[in-house]
């Protein structure tokens, strides 16, 4: 295994509540480095290109909204296989299908509103990275 980078965002659900601080230390306690982390208000363009992916999806317009509803932290993560780390440790999409003890079971208000984005593939990790971070924010 090789120490690689993933793209998190604790979502507005999270911040609301004030559990940025909550979640960054089940990421930190899975073996994950915060390496750039910022707060910030997403743009409905933003949210729209970040999820461009779902953009046919019939949950795509309220998860746009759901994501300009409030600020996000974004973060780089860097570990041991820093996607799988990542995606380990928040759980399932459906908090009801999460496991004991990851961040969406423990946190998670719905299947939209699931406290955390993680990217699902180290070449999708380095797109998401640049969408929203200059290579000098990143100090490993
Ligand atoms: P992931 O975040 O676990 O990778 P994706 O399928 O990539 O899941 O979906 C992106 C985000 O879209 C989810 O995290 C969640 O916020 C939202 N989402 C996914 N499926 C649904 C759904 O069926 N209804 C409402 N929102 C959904
Ligand atoms: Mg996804």
């Known amino acids: 295994m090789a120490v690689t980078r993933t793209f ?3 979502k507005p659900d999270a911040t609301r509540r004030n559990l940025t601080g909550a979640i960054t230390k089940m990421l930190e306690d899975a073996g994950l480095r915060v ?3 910022k707060r910030i208000q997403m743009t409905k363009e933003q949210a729209e290109g970040f999820y461009a992916v779902h953009a046919e999806r019939p949950f795509f317009n309220d998860l746009v909204s759901f994501m300009i509803s409030g600020p ?5 993560l860097e570990g041991e296989d820093a996607v799988k780390a990542n995606r380990d440790v928040m759980g399932a999409t459906n908090p009801a299908d999460a496991a004991e003890g990851t961040i969406r079971k423990t946190f998670a208000e719905s299947i939209e509103a699931n406290s955390a984005h993680g990217s699902d593939s180290d070449e999708n ?3 998401e990275i640049a969408y929203f971070f200059k290579p ?4 490993g």
């Not at 996000?72 to 780089?76: E, K, L, N």
């Not at 000098?136 to 100090?139: H, L, W």
Request: a negative charge; charged letters at 10%; hydrophobic letters at 70%.
């Open 125 to 127: 990790a380095a797109i």
């Open 8 to 10: 998190s965002i604790i």
């Open 72 to 76: 996000v932290v974004v973060q780089v």
């Open 136 to 139: 000098e924010e990143i100090v």
């Open 35 to 37: 390496v750039a982390s």
